[in-house]
């Protein structure tokens, strides 16, 4: 039985929301040049939030120009030490002003307020206070004697953790004493915007972050940008190796974290009410829009039944609505356009013979929802077994035996993330050595930790992010030339 909660909807008095929002090019924010914008809404409820500007080949012009210059004369001759304190300043401000970027983002996103007030803002700060750390001891990392900078990094960043997916690739980056362009996705670019003011706030030397916004055609100036030494690239894998191609043959560096189709194995022994609380954290987090989501769910066989049936009990009692209403579980996708992806491919689960549950929810009447979805009768051949979904829509196939566990799992041309439950540690070892995944969950699912390296294997792309190795790939190897710094390619 699901008890009826009185609505806790968190204020959102705490935002104010600026009708239009220009580009963010060294440390003020500008009109952009070609004079055209677009709607922000919020796709809990179809409201316009605001119109963000469209970056055109001049505006990004003026980011790399107005990054190089902070890169040149500012940033790259600051000691680190000095950094640090930079960083520290900005990861205290986000805490500072946690609510209302928790606010801002559940509004423009669609997430629920508890998921970006517990996890997305806290660990965007966390990411910020970790690279701080980092930013006078580079020299004592392990990473060769007197590492050094590449010089202007292009970002771009993805709608399913907006302001978190920043972090990750600002963070990094500046401790290494590199600057930035960045472009946040056409959907949430709100919270990159107020980071902006975060920066002026933090007196952040301008023209050392540099945010613009605009759809996939300013991406891709950003990408063939001559003066840019880097790109780290988080999004879909189709994206991902057209930036590949264009990066092919020229010195520019690059790091793609793309999608993935991860395996969650439960076996016999695994305390399965535990494992139902996993699965659902793995594919129901974030509406499964998340690239290391739990979207194949493997059971041993023997206890499938009755891991299925929990799950369903356990599905029945999440509430789906108000994503800033502080007792929702599943709130809003994120646009129209996700979610006809989601409902083309549940329709082919259908069409190819799996057999669909949906839990029973009340959908509202504005905007874009997704009921948590369940098909089992899944086979390997199925495209919901195959492709990315980016959806709270969860296959569950089963196995008999570790070793078809193994083929099964790794049988996929992703390679992100999996999940084992057992309650044998060997067999946790000897499985995580099998799979073909950059992030292994033993008896948990979707933790994250600023100290602890995330990136895929094959198509889920290469680099990491996070941890010591995350800092390699904005730091000069042994066998770069001396010309990377300044924006030859
Ligand atoms: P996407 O379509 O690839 O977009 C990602 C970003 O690239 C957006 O800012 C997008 O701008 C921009 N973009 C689009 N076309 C471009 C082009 N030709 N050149 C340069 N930039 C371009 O992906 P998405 O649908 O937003 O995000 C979902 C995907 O991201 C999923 O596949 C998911 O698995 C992946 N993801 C991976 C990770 C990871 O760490 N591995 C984390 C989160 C998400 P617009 O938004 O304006 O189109
Ligand atoms: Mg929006």
Known sequence: MTFEYAPAPESRAIVSIASSYGLFINGEFVDPTGGTAFKTVNPAT????????????????????????????????????????????????????????????????????????????????????????WADKLDYAGLGPNPRSLGVAGQIIPWNFPLLMLAWKIAPALACGNTVVLKPAETTSLTAL???????????????????????????MIVEHKGIDKIAFTGSTEVGKSIARALAGTRRKLTLELGGKAANIVFDDAPIDQAVEGIVDGIFFNQGHVCCAGSRLLLQESIAEE????????????????????????????????????????????????QRWTAPCDIPDKGWWCAPTIFTNVTQ???????????????????RTPDEAVEKANNTPFGLSAGIWTEKGSRILWLAGQLRAGVIWANTFNRFDPASPFGGFKESGFGREGGIQGLTAYLRSATDGDDQAKGMS
């Open 307 to 354: 891991t299925i049936d929990a799950l369903k009990r356990r599905l029945q009692t999440l509430r789906l609505g108000d994503p800033l209403d502080k007792n929702t579980d599943i709130g809003a996708v994120n646009s129209r356009e996700q979610l006809n992806k989601i409902t083309e491919l549940i329709k082919s689960g259908d069409d190819e013979g799996a």
């Open 381 to 399: 051949a199925h495209r919901i077994a195959r492709e990315e979904i980016f959806g709270p829509v969860l296959s569950v196939l089963t196995f």
């Open 194 to 220: 107020l980071f902006a003011e975060v920066c002026q706030q933090a007196e952040l030397p301008p023209g050392v972050v540099n945010i613009i916004t605009g759809a996939g055609d300013t991406g891709r």
């Open 46 to 133: 179809e409201e316009v939030l605001a119109e963000i500007s469209e970056a055109n080949q001049s505006d990004v012009n003026a980011a790399v120009n107005s990054a190089r210059r902070a890169y040149d004369r500012v940033w790259s001759v600051m000691s680190g030490r000095d950094r640090a304190k930079y960083l520290f300043r900005i990861a205290r401000l986000l805490q500072e002003r946690s609510r209302e970027f928790a606010v801002l983002e559940t509004l423009d996103n669609g997430k629920p307020i508890r998921e970006s007030r517990d996890i997305d803002v806290p660990l965007a700060a966390a990411h910020f206070f970790y690279h701080a750390g």
